[in-house]
């Protein structure tokens, strides 16, 4: 089965520097990359996904990159605020199966 | 209401108890999924439905039981449980046809006493 690992595990970052969370997959059938956001105490909820037909994807201050030869794909956080502190899971599948989850990152933004 | 809602939000019971987590989704979805989520540990994968089939079990002690009665509805009951199996219990559903993109309920806080 699919396997997903993330890194790393926890990250700290000054308030308006940039953050990179990484994450490599297993399975090269694997097509869908969404990108979670767990804020304390609260639900998951996407903030971002991507799919193999693309190689980047941008949405404001948030991109994800997909590297599909290397099996790994990142999120870039610019500008970072405050309310970006949160846990961020990648997840990876292919198709309509079930989603594999890294680990999560903790993410503190340092004002 | 919309999206996917969980009751109760917290429960707390012994370990001889017998209670149930109820998950209900109001997005037309037809796959549903529960997920356990334990402090410093990754999102695991209990159970997933798809058309009120359980198309897996991620090797789940017997003291976790679910049920589909129809694709809008999921639970978990729970039975004998472990003081270990104290975790945050996330449902969540999503279009099986499609991307696998999946909205996430608010959760139910577990603790075994």
């Known amino acids: 089965g699919e396997n997903v690992e993330q890194h790393p595990s926890t990250l700290s970052v000054q308030e308006g520097d940039s953050a990179v969370i990484k994450c490599t997959y297993s399975?090269?059938?694997?097509?869908?990359f969404p990108w979670y956001k767990q804020e304390l105490g609260k639900r998951p909820q996407l903030i971002i996904d991507?799919?193999?037909?693309?190689g980047e994807k941008k949405d404001q201050r948030i991109a994800v990159t997909l590297n599909k030869t290397a099996k790994h794909f990142s999120l870039h956080i610019t500008e970072t605020q405050p309310e970006d502190s949160a846990v961020y899971f990648c997840?990876?599948?292919?198709?309509?199966?079930?989603?594999?989850f890294g680990t999560g990152t903790r993410l503190t933004i340092i004002p | 209401e919309t999206g996917v809602t969980q009751t109760p939000r917290h429960l707390v019971m012994g370990m001889t108890n017998k209670k149930s987590l109820k998950c209900e989704q109001h997005?037309?979805?037809?796959?549903m999924y529960w997920y356990k989520q334990s402090a410093k540990k990754p999102l695991e994968l209990m159970f997933v439905?798809?058309?009120?089939?359980?198309?897996e079990n991620n090797s789940v002690p017997s003291r976790f039981s679910p049920e589909c009665p129809n694709s809008s509805h999921l639970f978990l009951h729970l039975h004998t449980l472990q003081p270990e199996d104290s975790a945050l219990y996330l449902c969540?559903?999503?279009?099986?046809?499609?991307?696998?993109?999946?909205?996430f309920g608010p959760g139910t806080r577990l603790t075994v006493t």
């Open positions: 399975d090269s059938a694997s097509n869908y």
């Open positions: 997840a990876a599948s292919k198709g309509n199966e079930k989603l594999t």
């Open positions: 439905y798809n058309f009120k089939e359980q198309t």
């Open positions: 997005l037309g979805h037809n796959a």
């Open positions: 969540a559903s999503s279009q099986a046809s499609t991307s696998g993109e999946q909205y």
């Open positions: 991507i799919r193999s037909n693309v």
